[in-house]
């Protein structure tokens, strides 16, 4: 007997209001922008139509107000989940805007001394645990149809090196996770077939954005595990 295809999405939240450049990380307060919310309500126009019977949130609030748009175009109620929350820093509540670069301050570098787990921050290999135990669960609840993650860049970006077998060491300014950026795992039971990325809100991220750190537009990317 053949296996339904299940596929989860993984959406980045919106352009967050920010106008200090703070890396807000997980502190709350930080909401989406005018500019964010368009974004939102475009990825939910994007998804609308599609199988999606399932919506999870990270349970910050730039990302429950991304889900908001599209959990009132499918009639579903966001389940707030922890494990799909932006990755924790040492540089939480640094400034990076306006001319600022919070590491140049000397005492900053003590946390660089190892990118590969990384020395500063959450290490990769327990992002990815609470992940793919987040997509596993939205797998299964949504079996046959499609579920919604929204997450963080760092989150979605590490999930999708896992599922490609790639390194998880990068260039943050080289992550293929734009601002409401869609990620999608395609399964065939419990194993990912193919890895879709398409940007619904490519076009409105404003040319140089930090947080948009490649162009936007273009045919959606796939690639199959390798």
Not at 207 to 220: E, I, T
């Amino acid at each position: 007997m053949s296996t339904p295809d299940t596929i989860v999405h993984l959406v980045r939240h919106g352009e967050v209001h920010n106008p200090e450049g703070v890396l807000y990380g997980r502190r709350p307060g930080f909401h989406l922008s005018a500019l964010g919310t368009t974004m939102a309500e475009r990825v939910a126009e994007t998804l609308r139509d599609r199988d999606i019977v399932h919506l999870v949130s990270s349970p910050l609030e730039r990302a429950q107000e991304t889900a908001a748009p599209l959990a009132r175009a499918r009639g579903l109620e966001p389940v707030l989940d922890p494990r799909v929350i932006e990755s924790w820093s040492k540089f939480e509540g640094l400034g990076f805007g306006s001319g600022s670069n919070g590491l140049k301050n000397p005492a900053q570098w003590r946390h660089l001394w190892n990118p590969f787990r990384p020395s500063w921050g959450e290490p990769y290999v327990e992002i990815v645990q609470r992940m793919t135990a987040a997509v596993a669960e939205a797998r299964e609840r949504a079996e046959g149809h499609e579920a919604v993650i929204v997450s963080h860049q760092l989150p979605v970006w590490i999930t999708r090196a896992h599922v490609e077998k790639r390194s998880y060491l990068h260039d943050p300014r080289h992550r293929q996770c734009t601002l409401c950026s869609v990620t999608s795992l395609h399964f065939v039971g419990d194993k990912v077939t193919q890895v879709a990325y398409s940007e619904p809100a490519g076009d409105l991220i404003p040319v140089g954005d930090k947080n948009a750190p490649f162009s936007a537009g273009g045919a959606p990317e796939e690639k199959k595990p390798t």
